[in-house]
């Protein structure tokens, strides 16, 4: 079976940037993704968490911020985890990001020359 996702959104908050023990990258961070209006005129729009690792994860860290525009192309991967604050389990689904475009950063004209290269996963 195929499980392939496409979807461009901005991101809600500034990325963040962790190392795993082997000293690799992994950036994390939510987009917005604006749906079909409804009959009473409001949107749907979907939040959802886009993980990429390796040498993308760093281009994400330095080049986007919170309300940059960017495509996500990737797979899906649903995640579950218990809340120790109320015992609850937890239930979500994320995007485990191949590629990351890099449409609108918010940045100055002259950073977004390098920004013409995808951010790709290792």
Do not use: W
């Not at 496409?6 to 961070?29: I, Y």
């Not at 991967?77 to 937890?90: C, L, Q």
């Amino acid at each position: 079976m195929l499980n392939s996702i496409n979807l461009v959104g901005r991101l809600t908050a500034d990325p963040e940037l962790r190392k795993t023990q082997n000293n690799d990258s992994v950036v994390q961070f939510d987009i917005a993704n604006n749906g079909l209006k409804q009959a009473d005129g409001k949107e749907d729009t979907l939040f959802i968490r886009v993980v990429v690792y390796g040498k993308g994860a760093d281009a994400c860290q330095k080049f986007l911020s919170k309300g940059s525009l960017v495509s996500v192309t990737g797979r899906l991967h649903a995640f579950s985890y218990v809340n120790k604050k109320t015992n609850a389990e937890i239930k979500g689904v994320e995007i485990i990001a191949n590629n990351v475009d890099f449409i609108d950063t918010g940045k100055k004209a002259e950073a977004q020359a390098p920004l013409a290269q995808t951010a790709e996963k290792n």
